[in-house]
């Protein structure tokens, strides 16, 4: 009995002894460590002093993480050097060996980069805690004028890895999981990724009580993408407003704008903020050149529209006013144009809020309401230029509509655009806008009234029978059109619905494509619209023209599978004119 307790004791001691030696051996290699750094720094400030360069620890500084970018990893790490901060083009760069070789030509490289050199002396480890930070880095940055550049052959990667809204979806989920020090640069890098490989022409961030809802607008349309939490969104609204020049200290409404460059195109984002409920709402317009540079042909008008169009853009003066709410396609319209008219021969000035595409040979101007720089402002210094072609970006004002009015009687051909419901309801609009009623039937030559529907998928379009009230209200329409040419080599037995599959986001859609009808000033028209005649009279006028209303041409691409009868109805009334 006796042994057994003294066995047990000794197990106890000797257990006890193990595990305090443990202990202490734990403590005794992280003294060591320690004595290891110190011994480090102690030589890093000693060889400071003797060339002569200042001595600095960076396991206690604070980094510039967007600094890095200056030198590579490899470099940096070839070389033995650190850039570790940048102000005013002032380079901090931190070296174990100032007078090596290869630390003189890393200082040249950055000099001949634009930058001046402070040099450090610092040790190992100071070292190793910069070359630790690379991988925080994100894969975008900010230029000085705002914009965020994401040319890069690594960036490049990633958005030919996104092309659905899962895509997007997998990846934002998987930087959620990351360190916040830097995921936030990625998810922002990633939904404008995603836009952009979606097409999206807007982008949502919706903060709720719980919650974030991130939104994309997909051919005119909203879509959920996903939910994330409202710590990150904070964080997520800092770096907007940061590259978007916006005040970080404000929650308000707010405006601003930036730009990303990927490859050879540049795209213009714009930011709008609004205070909502739980914190400020953020609407980001993605103002993508490619999306814009459509040709005049290619935007769904009907041949017969489109030859009158052609006849109109040839006489040396006039008006082509282009109506339809915001988002129907105006300004992609007013580029087609500009692009078609365009030749060596002729000036051309637009004055525009924003500039959204860059067209070569023509002056742009943007107007800026904070330096009083408006539309009539910009469009009196746009005659002083001696133009042939003026583009208005939008006619706003009575001040505005008075001089575009007067550059059409005075020689010039002038394009702009206008908020109606309809072709019809321009002139009275001009009227409102205080211009004379007799002046404008020798001003316009055109007024166009257009509208954006989603383009079925291809791949997934089914066709179905054409029947009851569906059947009843196509024929309603159809026995309008009075010119049956309209009517050859289409269908009046069938039309095509959705389905949805991968290559459309299983929207059933797939990009947009206008509808239109218009207004030639002729005679008729003339007479009624010096009578100051509603939009009815007008229209009623405007038949003879033999030219499709919306309604009509919207019905002849559903009957040709281009859209549906849902869409059409989404987007117009059709049931009554």
Known sequence: MLKTAYFKALFVILYLDKTMVQFDEDKQNKRVEDLHKQEEETLAQTLSSKYGVPYIDLTTTPLDIDALRIINEAESRESNVAVFNEVNKI?????????????????????????????????????????????????????????????????????????????????????????????????????????????????????????????????????????????????????????????????????????????????????????????????????????????????????????????EITKPNGMLLITGPTGSGKTTTLYALLKKVHTPEIKIITIENPIEYHLSGIVQTQTDEKKEYGFAEGLRSALRQDPDVIMVGEIRDSETAEIAINSALTGHLVFSTLHTNNAAGTFPRLIDLGVDSKVISSAINLAMAQRLVRKLCTNCRKQIDLENEDKKTIDDIVNTISDKNYLKDVDLTHVWESVGCDKCNMTGFKGRIGIHEAIKMDYDIELIVRENSSEREIKKAAEKQGLLNLRQDGILKVLSGITTLEELRRVIDIEKE
């Open 91 to 311: 380079v901090s760069l931190g070296a174990l060996a100032p007078e090596s070789p290869k630390t003189k030509e890393i200082i040249q490289t950055i000099k001949s980069k634009g930058y001046e050199v402070e040099l450090f002396m610092v040790s190992e480890t100071s070292l190793k805690k910069v070359w630790e930070r690379y991988k925080d880095l994100s894969y975008s940055f900010e230029t000085k004028s705002g914009a965020l550049d994401i040319s890069n052959e690594q960036i490049t990667e990633f958005l030919s890895k996104v092309h659905t809204i899962p895509d997007v979806q997998n990846l934002i989920g998987e930087v959620l999981q990351m360190k916040k020090s830097y995921r936030i640069s990625r998810i922002m890098e990633i939904i404008i990724a995603g836009a952009l490989a979606t097409n999206a022409s807007d982008i949502h961030l919706e903060p709720e009580e719980e919650f974030v809802r991130l939104r994309y607008r997909l051919d005119g349309m909203l879509t959920e993408i996903l939910q994330f939490d409202l710590d990150t969104y904070k964080l997520l609204l800092s770096r907007i407003k940061l590259i978007s020049n916006l005040k970080l200290n404000i929650s308000g409404a707010q405006d601003g704008r930036f730009s990303i460059k990927v490859s050879d195109s540049e795209i213009e984002i714009r930011t709008s903020l609004l205070p909502g409920a739980y914190n400020d709402s953020v609407v980001l317009r993605v103002l993508n050149p490619k999306s814009i540079a459509v040709p005049l042909g290619e935007l769904g008008i009907h041949p017969k529209l489109l030859e009158v169009i052609d006849h």
